[in-house]
């Protein structure tokens, strides 16, 4: 049967011409029968409508105040692009006429504080917000009274974070509003799950996955997606795009308006300026990245949205959901390195279902042409990357729990048990909590001297409340999940500010150096410790680094990736340059079978050189050059280095390497794994950012923001303290979970080291081969800012590419 829309939604669709999707009637359907869902639908679908529809109509049919619905979003430009499309509608609806008064509005981190303390005090019935405003929130005694009422939440682009921490603090809010709310419905939407049931035990209470309706919308229309190849030749090295500049300007010009999507904030600002000096036709560019400030990213998007630019560059910030219907085609500088993530970005060009959404990806090098080709065949199968859910962190778990003692003081049992219901914390054991108790308690026994870190404490009647009235404001004032590094702000002397480069690079700066930013060619005027000041200048700069880590390759497209290279008929696809490349691979030296570890060791000019094929990413091949060079230490190989890309693991040492198998045994990752990490700077950094969240060292105090040395410094301290006397304690643990998990990605190291005890192939070579050229030519470039070496690259590849491509008479046979 299907459900009636209330008349004045019914006569704003028909004054479209449109008809409601099933999948939005389904939606409708299953929130007026109070039921979770999960909404999978194709970009352009119409799921923000579909999650808002039950709403609307249930606040059109019996209309009241109060908070009706919470609306999450990963990205505070998708909660504003939001408000801006469904307002629009309500103002077409003529509500007002109708005695129907539906406010929406929102509330992130830019939101002004006389804004915030109103939405308080008398809430929109719809709010638009992140997980980490929601936290907050949370924190208020008066937010029983605030959420009470709560009908439903609308979790949007889900799969943009339910399996990293800023899941974990939403399962956790969401348990927190269950409590209150106890009718309230749970939503979410995403165009991009290749794990539905994955998602539908995240989102239910208690995990109960029959509690949530799947609900799959139509599919759309299959994206039309090109790979732009160089009028020469595909490079051999660098990993920007940036010899396609001329091309991918003469695209910008042949369409409406484009987004030229790069994969850091450092690329953006190199690719905008590129651009500039191929825009003969002066044509109004813009570029959007989350570290410039707030009224430069709102001024661009009002720019995008009102049509009256003709390319913006971006990054990650603008990945998800946002809705300009003009952009009529998406340019991906790099490789995508994921295929989802690839759908995504695609998914902001021509963002109707109906109509084909138009892409171009500019691969950097030969090994991102393979890698771009895998990714188009892995969205034409709709093959999408796989998510790993993992139990939620402890560091996250603290920050949660001091945020509900702040709004009211609670019952040990009773939090656990909410606690529990949320699914990255079902398996929590009691000895655990008691643990996290604990800390937030004191800050463990190796602390308990200093009441600076004895933040609650239990009265006589078993009531667990915060000590003094100061860690309330303290907690508020620091709360937050996503841990970047300390920033100055960059402003011209008139105070106009531009936003914010980080302190360790703004270190390497001295009076009267250039940098890019903002689009801008600009010169330091003067330092200080929260501000750069600068003046526009027209000497050349050089692009500011940001320390954020890098986008992992999937394991799905490393998979594509491998296949490729043991399958010839394949070939004929790619252009001539690549598949001689690998023709001359395959004659000089071997091809892996997707199941195989290619290892080569070749000499060249003084030095011996091992390369291993493994396919697993640079944050794993960098975990795995750190255990290699050490083990070769040991064997007294004499290593000089490493250098590492998505693609290959490439060590030189004095010595060669002649028994690489020893190199790569499984027990590497029982010891020496263990040794390194506690060694290297590794798990003093993860502390650093566990020691945040958790809330034992705070970033900020009132009116004044520490430096990052001063962070560094007291974590650094408490952490040697903590590894000398409570090894057990839990931000140890914390932080051992992130080393493992997120910055050695230790499960694919696993994977790999398996590989390589089962299906080793050593290929002993008299010199370089072609495969090895692409991660050859980084010795000595690895500290280079990205992209700004590319040139260089380029030069000292194609040398080296003339010698592995040679063939002697015994290879051309």
């Not at 539906?102 to 992140?130: F, H, M």
């Not at 109509?355 to 090098?365: C, K, R, T, W």
């Not at 497209?557 to 001539?576: E, I, M, Y």
Request: with cysteine; hydrophobic share 45%.
């Amino acid at each position: 049967m299907t459900p009636d829309l209330p008349a004045p939604l019914a006569a704003w669709f028909a004054s479209r011409g449109w008809a409601p999707r099933r999948h939005q009637l389904d939606m409708l359907r299953e929130g007026r029968a109070g039921r979770h869902a999960l909404l999978v639908a194709a970009t352009g679908a119409g799921k923000t409508l579909a999650g808002f529809l039950p709403t609307l109509a249930e606040l059109i049919d019996h209309p009241g105040e109060g908070l009706h619905t919470l609306y999450v979003s990963p990205l505070k430009a998708l909660a504003v692009d939001i408000q801006r499309n469904l307002v629009t509608p309500l103002d077409e609806m003529g509500l007002d006429e109708l005695g129907v008064d539906i406010r929406v509005e929102t509330r992130t981190g830019d939101t002004p504080s006389d804004r915030k303390a109103r939405q308080r005090a008398k809430p929109p019935q719809i709010l638009l917000t992140t997980p980490e405003s929601l936290s907050l929130l949370l924190s208020y005694p008066d937010s029983f009274t605030m959420f009470a009422g709560l009908r439903t939440i609308v979790i949007d682009e889900v799969h943009a974070f339910a399996t990293g921490k800023r899941g974990d603090l939403l399962s956790l809010c969401m348990a927190r509003l269950q409590a209150i709310a106890p009718a309230m419905r749970r939503v979410a939407l995403s165009a991009t799950v290749a794990d539905p049931d994955g998602y539908r035990a995240w989102l239910a209470p208690d995990g109960d996955i029959d509690a949530v309706s799947l609900v799959q919308g139509e599919t759309g229309v299959d994206p039309n997606i090109d790979i732009l190849l160089p009028e020469d030749r595909v490079p051999w090295a660098g990993h920007s795009g940036r010899y396609a500049a001329a091309q991918v300007m003469a695209e910008i010009e042949t369409h409406k308006t484009t987004i030229v999507f790069c994969n850091t904030r450092s690329l953006a600002e190199l690719i905008f300026q590129d651009l500039w000096k191929e825009n003969a036709m002066q044509l109004p560019i813009g570029i959007h990245h989350g570290s410039l400030e707030k009224e430069a990213r709102r001024k661009v998007e009002a720019a995008m949205a009102g049509g009256r630019l003709r390319a913006l560059v971006a990054t990650a910030s603008l990945d998800l959901g946002v809705d300009w219907g003009d952009v009529d085609c998406v340019i991906q500088m790099g490789a995508p390195k994921g295929s989802s993530r690839l759908l995504q970005r695609i998914g902001r060009s021509n963002h109707r279902l109906d109509e084909p959404s138009e892409a171009i990806l500019v691969p950097g090098n030969r090994f991102e042409y393979l890698e771009a080709r895998a990714a188009l065949d892995a969205v034409e199968a709709g093959e999408l990357d796989t998510d790993i859910f993992r139990m939620g962190a402890l560091d996250v778990l603290a920050q949660h729990v001091m945020a509900c003692a702040c709004a009211a003081p609670f019952d040990q049992q009773a939090m656990l048990d909410e606690v529990r219901s949320a699914l990255p914390y079902s398996a929590l054991t009691d000895e655990l909590f008691d643990k996290v108790l604990g800390f937030i308690r004191d800050g463990g026994y190796s602390l308990r001297a200093y009441d600076r870190f004895k933040r609650l404490t239990q009265d006589a009647d078993g009531l667990w409340r915060v000590s003094h009235p100061k860690f309330v404001a303290q907690h508020r004032l620091n709360a937050g999940i996503i841990v970047e590094a300390t920033m100055l702000k960059v402003r011209f002397r008139n105070g106009r500010a531009l936003g914010k480069v980080e302190e360790a690079f703004a270190a390497t700066l001295a009076h009267g150096d250039t940098f890019f930013f903002a689009g801008m060619s600009l010169e330091v005027e003067k330092i200080d410790t929260e501000d750069l000041i600068v003046r526009a200048t027209a000497r050349p700069a050089r692009i500011p680094t940001y320390g954020g880590s890098r986008m992992p390759l999937s394991t799905n497209l490393a998979d594509r990736v491998r296949g490729f290279l043991n399958t010839p008929a394949q070939w004929s696809r790619f252009p001539d340059d690549v598949r001689e490349w690998l023709e001359i691979q395959a004659r000089r030296s071997a091809l892996p079978r997707p199941d195989q570890l290619l290892v080569e060791t070749f000499p060249r000019e003084g030095r011996n050189y091992m390369v291993a094929y493994s396919f697993e990413g640079w944050n794993a091949h960098q975990s795995l050059g750190m255990l290699i060079t050490r083990r070769m230490e040991t064997a007294g190989l004499k290593p000089l280095g490493f250098v590492a890309n998505d693609y290959a693991i490439a060590t030189y040492s004095i010595d060669p390497v002649t028994d690489p198998a020893a190199l790569f045994s499984a027990d590497i990752l029982e010891h020496e794994f263990v040794d390194w990490v506690q060694q290297s700077h590794l798990l003093k950094r993860a502390f650093r950012e566990v020691a945040v969240i958790g809330g034992l060292v705070e970033r900020q105090h009132p009116g004044k923001r520490k430096t990052g040395k001063q962070v560094t410094f007291s974590t650094d301290l408490i952490y040697d303290v903590l590894r000398k006397y409570e090894p057990g304690h839990v931000l140890l643990e914390a932080a051992w979970a992130d080393a493992r998990a997120r910055m050695t990605d230790v499960g694919r190291l696993a994977g790999l080291l398996d590989r390589a005890a089962e299906t080793m192939l050593h290929v002993d070579l008299p010199r370089v081969s072609p495969l090895a050229v692409p991660v050859l030519v980084l010795i000595g470039r690895e500290r280079v800012a990205t992209g700004s070496a590319d040139d260089a690259l380029l030069i000292e590849a194609e040398a080296l590419a003339g010698e592995a491509m040679r063939l002697d008479e015994t290879e051309a046979v």
